[in-house]
């Protein structure tokens, strides 16, 4: 079965850094994207950024750059979205997908982390 | 940037009923256009890709049509595990500056 499995729900204070997990499973890790989707409380999907796990290629969405740093370690088939400096309005859940090299819809997703930052 | 913009953004409609959504973009996207399921608590799922693709699974009362500007999701015979947030989302451009329209909920009528 072809899964994204994230790291669990955060809790953390402003200011403060966090590195959140995606692992890729039953599909060659290598052969797909990884994107990220924000999803802040009540409201709709934004997308963030791609990684291409087999050269670590990414791409930012103009809203997202310098803001959040997305990366991954093939050897473990698994991508990460991180911040160094988290601000309340970082909060809302944040979902991993998977995307067709040649085609970018995101065809299985993870089933997110939420991010709480609240001093 | 590609502005989708989804309409209406609430449709009532009543279970065995047909129910048409709409995504128009600000610039053409080609057919490269998705839709997505959101309900509560959960994670999206592809339900479209190109346009008018259907995902792996998907039930064939979904569909979708549309190029360039102007899409259409439909649901021929809405089913109560129907009634959920529908988003489009355009993936057209490289380098990707992607984009999801704002949503639309469907609710039972």
């Known amino acids: 079965e072809v899964q994204l499995v994230q790291s669990g729900a955060e809790v953390k204070k402003p200011g403060e850094s966090l590195k959140i997990s995606c692992k890729g499973s039953?599909?060659?890790?290598?052969?797909?994207?990884i994107g990220w989707v924000r999803q802040m409380p009540g409201k709709g999907l934004e997308w963030m950024g791609i990684i291409y796990p087999g050269d670590s290629d990414t791409r930012y969405s103009p809203s997202f750059q310098g803001q959040v740093t997305i990366s991954a370690d093939k050897s473990i088939s698994t991508a990460y979205l991180q911040w160094s400096s988290l601000k309340a309005s970082d909060t809302a859940m944040y979902y991993c997908?998977?995307?067709?090299?040649?085609?970018?819809?995101?065809?299985?997703w993870g089933k997110g982390t939420t991010v709480t930052v609240s001093s | 940037e590609i502005v989708m913009t989804q309409s209406p953004a609430t449709l009532s409609v009543s279970p065995g009923e047909r129910a048409t959504l709409s995504c128009r973009a600000s610039?053409?996207?080609?057919?490269?256009l998705a839709w997505y399921q959101q309900k509560p608590g959960q994670a999206p799922r592809l339900l479209i890709y190109?346009?008018?693709t259907r995902a792996t699974g998907i039930p064939a009362r979904f569909s979708g049509s549309g190029s360039g500007t102007e899409f259409t999701l439909t649901i021929s015979s809405l089913q109560s595990e129907d009634f959920a947030v529908y988003y489009c989302q355009q993936y057209n451009n490289w380098p990707p500056s992607w984009t999801f329209g704002q949503g639309t909920k469907v609710e039972i009528k």
């Open positions: 039953g599909y060659s890790f290598t052969s797909y994207w």
């Open positions: 610039q053409s996207v080609s057919s490269n």
């Open positions: 190109g346009a008018s």
């Open positions: 997908a998977r995307m067709p090299l040649d085609t970018y819809y995101m065809d299985v």
